[in-house]
């Protein structure tokens, strides 16, 4: 990428550092991904519908639980440095995360247990592409791509090194593999009303 977003250098390697300097304007957000910048379009009411959906549903499930879920805006350090020397911020739509010392004031310090991520017009095939590799190398134990123009959601689970996904349609019940008695209403979720 070369080139400016805003005031940012497309062509320069940023920190975490660096992002938490970006003076940006309101709703403006982007992504760091090995020190490259991607910025990020608002959600569309559909996609925070789904979005708090899920989200609804974990969280009524982990009451008392140590693990905690998180929606976006949220930053996931994927290779956190306590210098701030790391180079990957991203927002994954949903992120659950277990190990409390993950959870920093800022964000995620480290990979999340899951993360889903809801596709939108301004997701392409590669971006996915890109998240899915780094995801997996980052020690993501479970990943979930929801696709709402054809109603249903792909899950990789990358604990037990799956690379093909487990595919559920709208009127399913979804597993979350993390967890051993954990299923998502997916009804619920793809409901328009």
Known sequence: MTGTTGNL???????????KDWELAEGERYELIYGE????????????????EICRQIANYLIGKPCKVY????????????DKSDDTV??????IICDKKKRGLEGCR??????????SPSNTAIEMERKFHLYREAGVREYWVINPEHKYLSVYNFKDNAIFPQTYRSTETA???????????????????
């Open 9 to 19: 250098a497309l062509n320069k390697h940023y920190t975490y550092a660096d992002y």
């Open 37 to 52: 910048v991607y910025a990020m379009s608002a959600p569309n009411i559909y996609h925070q519908s789904i979005q708090m």
């Open 71 to 82: 929606p976006a805006p949220f930053d996931v350090r994927l290779y956190y440095a306590e």
């Open 90 to 95: 991203v927002q994954p739509d949903i992120s």
């Open 110 to 119: 480290g990979a999340p247990d899951f993360i889903a991520e809801i596709l």
């Open 175 to 193: 597993r979350v593999n993390i967890f051993p008695d954990l299923e998502i209403d997916l009804e619920l979720v793809f409901s328009e009303e």
